[in-house]
């Protein structure tokens, strides 16, 4: 922790500049998996493990400033993870709070927009009342866009959007030819912002948990060894030099994306 803290305060913005390619991510989204794995590897209880990963979480956010990367989707909290251990969820409660508040004057400061996506209706009113305060304070004049996917799940969010759109059918507002893809997208929790062009997973799974389906259809992914609590400033500007040198293609051919590039 220590060691990780000192070199990012050792950046400047010139030595950033240079060490980073043209090809960058607008919105990058990050499953943050480990927490619980690194308590165990440093004999911690567990919730030591979360209390280290929100330390990362606040220097990713603020390479995404330094880098360029304009959206970071962090998820937090799945609508499965209600399922683990009660002693567990209730201090993972206690610290989302106590990051609420003490975090959202940080982030109005520092112009980063919060935004909390997810079935939040299942949180304490304490919760609920801070998510609407650091929302609606941090709304205007920001650089980027911290999204925070909490009691989320990407079944839910394909289904609560699906749910308004036939609501509005129903209304006569929509007609059922009307129904697009970009009709659907429209509707869902992530409304507004740019599909994710990478996923990041830390601790080794390769899989994406449930975790923007429909956001992700075209996204890179990137999984990492690297368990979240490890994941710094430099594990973050290795994984966007990664995305950088490949070739997002979406459906066409190589000798395509070429010529387009060299136009």
């Not at 950033?16 to 960058?24: A, Q, R, V, Y």
């Not at 989204?29 to 794995?37: T, V």
């Not at 990041?200 to 992914?221: D, K, P, V």
């Not at 040198?245 to 136009?263: I, M, N, Y």
Request: aromatic content about 8%; glycine content about 6%.
């Amino acid at each position: 922790m220590a060691n990780s803290s000192s070199q990012s305060s050792s950046y400047n913005q010139d030595s950033l500049t240079e060490s980073l390619p043209d090809n960058l991510p607008r919105h990058v989204a990050i499953i943050l998996d480990g927490n619980n794995r690194w308590a165990k590897k440093n004999n911690l209880p567990g919730l030591s493990g979360h209390r280290a990963g929100v330390e990362r979480v606040r220097e990713v956010v603020e390479a995404c400033g330094d880098f360029g990367v304009e959206v970071l989707t962090l998820f937090a909290f799945s609508s499965e993870n209600w399922n683990r251990p009660a002693i567990e969820v209730n201090g993972l409660m206690r610290l989302f709070l106590r990051a609420l508040k003490k975090e959202t004057g940080k982030l109005k400061k520092n112009r980063i927009r919060l935004k909390v996506i997810g079935d939040t209706s299942r949180f304490s009113r304490d919760i609920q009342k801070y998510i609407r305060e650091a929302e609606a304070s941090t709304a205007e004049d920001f650089a980027v866009t911290l999204v925070i996917a909490a009691n989320y799940g990407g079944m839910w969010d394909i289904t609560q959007a699906a749910k308004q759109v036939a609501e509005k059918v129903s209304r006569g507002e929509l007609r059922p030819e009307d129904v697009t893809e970009s009709v659907l997208d429209s509707h869902l929790s992530t409304a507004g912002l740019p599909a994710p062009d990478l996923l990041i997973r830390t601790s080794g799974e390769q899989r994406i948990s449930n975790f923007l389906l429909w956001q992700c259809a075209y996204s890179e992914f990137y999984f990492t060894e690297t368990l979240w609590p490890d994941f710094g400033r430099d594990a973050f500007r290795q994984a966007l030099s990664n995305y950088s040198c490949r070739q997002r293609r979406f459906g066409k051919t190589s000798e395509q994306v070429e010529a387009e590039t060299a136009c």
